[in-house]
């Protein structure tokens, strides 16, 4: 059984800083759960391009207020306390925090921990192999 506390991720390697977000990740694929959990903030006043071609990405909003454009036509949707949008379809988007976001993130496959999004908003399939 795992127990922990966001508290013993801040300040760690697993407080991944990604420009426009912080993510604080809670489980990840050591521990053999079969997805990764993250507590992740999204930033004020940002856009962020993502495309998550290799995953699959559950996201509940708990705090903040923001939209998620699907791209390239759209529809857009907005965001805020007790949304949850699951991107079963790896679609490309643009998130956008009007104000800062507290999101659960969760992905399949786990990520390894380490990941940031490259130039195309992507994380790599497997980086701890890489
Ligand atoms: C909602 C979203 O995808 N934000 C980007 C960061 C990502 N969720 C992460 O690594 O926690």
């Avoid at 059984?1 to 912080?22: C, F, P, Q, R, S």
């Avoid at 509940?60 to 857009?76: A, R």
Wanted: glycine content about 10%; some cysteine; aromatic content about 6%.
């Amino acid at each position: 059984m795992i127990v922990k506390t966001l508290d013993d991720v801040l300040g760690t390697e697993h407080e991944v800083k990604g420009g426009n977000w912080t993510s604080r990740r809670l489980i990840l694929r050591d521990a053999k759960m079969g997805f990764s959990l993250h507590d992740t903030l999204i930033h004020e006043g940002t856009e962020t391009l993502i495309w998550y071609k290799n995953h699959l990405e559950a996201v509940y909003c708990i705090e903040g207020q923001g939209e998620i454009e699907v791209l390239p036509d759209g529809p857009t949707h907005p965001i805020r306390a007790g949304t949850l949008y699951a991107l079963d379809g790896h679609e490309k988007h643009l998130l956008r925090a009007f104000k800062e976001m507290r999101m659960v993130c969760v992905f399949n496959p786990p990520l390894t921990g380490r990941e940031v999004h490259d130039e195309h908003g992507v994380y790599p399939a497997m980086l701890e192999d890489a």
